[in-house]
């Protein structure tokens, strides 16, 4: 489960505290993947700072688990997302004998 990877489909995302939970690098996010494939990992979480995620959960109330995602910014992470950029229709919009 690697977090956000540096490509258009997560254009825009932000991290709060980028060097506790940075923006992951294609070529290293890949290399990782394949890395865990090869060895038969079960599961890959990447980065290291996210295996936080499941022992918050396990040992404080709801609450407090969602005050530590909001601090280390993961309930904002998205507020800037714009995505990639949808291609142009291959003919154009409203043409004749074409679905608009």
């Known amino acids: ?6 490509t258009g489909m997560f254009e825009g995302v932000q991290t709060r ?3 506790l939970l940075p923006l992951l690098e294609p070529e290293y996010a890949a ?4 890395s865990a494939v ?4 079960p599961m890959l979480i990447m980065p290291l700072v996210v295996h936080l995620a499941p022992l918050l959960k396990g ?3 709801p609450a407090i ?4 995602l909001e601090w280390f910014g993961v ?3 998205m507020d800037e997302f714009r995505g990639r950029a ?12 074409k679905a608009a």
């Open 17 to 19: 505290w980028p060097k």
């Open 86 to 97: 949808a291609p142009p229709p291959p003919y154009p919009v409203g043409a004749k004998g």
């Open 59 to 61: 040992i404080f109330p």
């Open 38 to 41: 090869r060895c038969d990992q």
């Open 65 to 68: 688990t969602d005050y530590c």
């Open 1 to 6: 489960c690697p977090f956000f990877i540096k």
């Open 31 to 34: 290399s990782k993947i394949v």
């Open 75 to 77: 309930l904002d992470a």
